[in-house]
């Protein structure tokens, strides 16, 4: 988007698309770029702006922030968030207008510090509190952990705006509109779910008692720091929010297999046979070596039941395999059907690994646990084959 774009009365948007960052936070891809909203609420009385932008796009942001405040001064940056995406231009804001006061909480401050050498300035909130511009009143709610411990929300009572920053915040550019009405929902969903699995999962548990705590408020709009702009239909993506952060999954599958040369792929085809076996339509198969991660573990958010088949390696779990545990463990999906497979040639150790994970991952694990020697024979193919057919059933 080339200026800034009214949102709602007096409220812009004055972010930025970024098509050149490959991996956000260096881990996730971003195949349709990521956008970095920001924006300016222009009061009566004072001009605020929520959050900024990534370093890079200096000129681009404060272009259109000059543009939306028509003339007006900048008096209050609200740091709804440390983390650089949506902090690294706050320097540069207070050098520009020079009396601007930053807007955070207790944990803010001593990021302030220690990203910015910001000391001074600093108006300290607590939940509830408010600032005052003049025909709106922006009030603070703390929402710890989503994504960082210092991480807010801010709510424009008369408009109704929820400025939400990473929450309900997703992957993807904008292509023409920026906002829920302007765009069909495949395009952002799927990359709204990634962006759940792999930044804010964690922290399922805390986005439920964050939706109590904002139930009360009267939401028109969520405006987050990534993503769609949700005007027309909110109580959509709270709804996706809420189903997501209870671990509620659709019918389907995820097989994710770890294979050096093609005899544990056979095995997770079985699996995939015996789940098209229980008329299960929805089941993605995943090379473990060479799918992206990220949509990996979105898929496993999205379904009820996975399967994880892996060689051996070295004694141990096949090493991409051990990553994909490892990134499991750290999320704690919860609620899902679980089958495990392995095969092995001169010494066993798959499927203890395997069964580790599945003890720790506290998932309903499914029989059978299938272990093949070298490669499977079709009595080893038919036990997969049972296995997918099982998770199938477990889940009707
Ligand atoms: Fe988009 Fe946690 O920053």
């Known amino acids: 988007m080339y200026k800034p774009i009214q949102a709602n009365k007096d409220t812009f948007w004055v972010g930025v698309n970024d098509y050149e960052t490959d991996l956000f936070e260096s881990l996730w891809t971003l195949p349709q770029g990521v956008a970095y909203n920001a924006y300016v609420v222009t009061g009566l009385n004072a001009a605020a702006a929520i959050d900024t932008v990534k370093g890079p796009f200096l000129d681009e942001y404060i ?3 000059v543009q939306a405040l028509d003339g007006k001064a ?3 940056l609200v740091v709804n968030h440390m983390e650089p995406d949506h902090a690294g231009l706050i320097s540069q804001l207070k050098t520009k207008w020079p009396s601007l006061k930053f807007i955070g909480n207790a944990k803010t401050v001593p990021m302030l510090k220690g990203y910015h050498g910001i000391e001074e300035d600093i108006i300290t909130v607590k939940d509830g509190d408010t600032l005052d511009l003049g025909g709106h009143i922006l009030k603070f709610f703390t929402v710890p952990m989503l994504h960082w411990p210092e991480s807010m929300v801010t709510f424009d009572a008369s408009t109704g705006v929820l400025f939400s920053n990473d929450s309900f915040g997703g992957f993807g550019a904008h ?5 829920d009405d302007e765009k069909v929902n495949s395009r952002w969903e799927d990359e709204m779910l990634r962006y759940y699995a792999c930044i804010v999962a964690k922290y399922s548990n805390i986005v439920q ?3 109590k705590k904002l139930g009360a408020l009267e939401i028109n709009n969520i405006f987050p720091s990534h993503g769609t702009l949700f005007r027309h ?4 993506v709270i709804n996706l929010y809420d189903k997501w952060s209870r671990h509620d999954a659709d019918n389907g599958a995820v097989v994710v297999y770890g294979s050096m040369y093609g005899n544990t792929r056979h095995m997770a085809e079985a699996v995939c046979a015996g789940l098209s076996g229980a008329n299960i339509k929805d ?3 995943y090379d473990v070596s060479r799918a992206d991660t990220s949509i990996i573990l979105r898929d496993i958010w999205k ?3 996975l399967a994880l088949l892996a060689c051996t390696y070295n004694t141990q779990l096949f090493p991409p395999m051990e990553a994909l545990c490892s990134k499991l463990l750290n999320r704690m999906p919860k ?3 679980l089958g495990i497979a392995g095969s092995y040639s001169w010494s066993k150790g798959v499927l203890t690994a395997l069964h580790d994970y599945a003890e720790k991952s506290k998932l309903a694990l499914i029989n059978p646990e299938v272990e093949v020697y070298t490669s499977p024979t079709q009595e080893d193919l038919n036990k997969c084959f049972e296995l997918g057919m099982n998770l199938g059933e477990a889940m009707a």
């Open 63 to 65: 272009n259109k922030l």
């Open 283 to 285: 089941v993605r198969l």
């Open 335 to 337: 609620n899902k059907f």
């Open 209 to 211: 008692v964050a939706l």
């Open 175 to 179: 292509e023409g509109g920026i906002f």
């Open 303 to 305: 379904f009820r039941s």
């Open 233 to 236: 239909d909110v109580k959509q």
């Open 74 to 76: 900048l008096n209050y």
